[in-house]
C-alpha cells in the first residue's frame, strides 16, 4: 500500500510537472530560471520542453517498472540535482509560494520511502 501510494504520488508529480508548467506554456518562472544558465529566450523554451519530455518519461518509467529501484534512485537524484540548481542559481524560487524546496523534499521524501518499501519487500521474499 505504501509503496503503491509513493508510485503514483510521484508519477503526477512527474508528469504534472513536465506537462502543465514546461509543455503548456512555458511558465515565465520555468523560462527565468534556464536564462539563468544564459539562454536566450527562444533557448530557454527548447530547455523547457526537453525538461518536460525528461519529467514525464520519469513519471511514467515510475509507473511501469515500479517494482525497480532505478525510477526511484533517479527520481532522487534528479531532484537533487534539480534542487542544486535552484540553491545556487535561483534562490528566489525558493521563497516563493508553493516553492521549489517544499515540492522537492516532498519528491525526494518520496522516493526514499519507496526504495526502503523495495528493499522491505525484498527482504521478506524467500
Request: charged share 10%.
Amino acid at each position: 500500500m505504501t509503496l503503491q501510494l509513493c508510485r503514483f504520488s510521484l508519477a503526477f508529480i512527474w508528469i504534472y510537472q513536465g506537462i502543465v508548467p514546461k509543455w503548456l506554456g512555458p511558465h515565465e518562472d520555468e523560462l527565468a530560471m534556464n536564462q539563468v544558465l544564459g539562454a536566450s529566450h527562444k533557448q530557454a523554451m527548447w530547455i523547457a520542453y526537453g525538461g518536460g519530455a525528461l519529467e514525464v518519461l520519469l513519471g511514467l518509467a515510475i509507473l511501469v517498472w515500479w517494482r525497480r529501484h532505478w525510477p526511484y534512485q533517479l527520481s532522487a537524484a534528479g531532484i537533487g540535482v534539480l534542487s542544486l540548481f535552484v540553491f545556487l542559481l535561483a534562490p528566489q524560487y525558493l521563497l516563493a509560494a508553493f516553492n521549489a524546496a517544499t515540492v522537492n523534499v516532498a519528491i525526494l521524501a518520496l522516493s526514499v520511502i519507496a526504495l526502503v518499501e523495495l528493499l522491505r519487500g525484498s527482504l521478506k521474499r524467500p
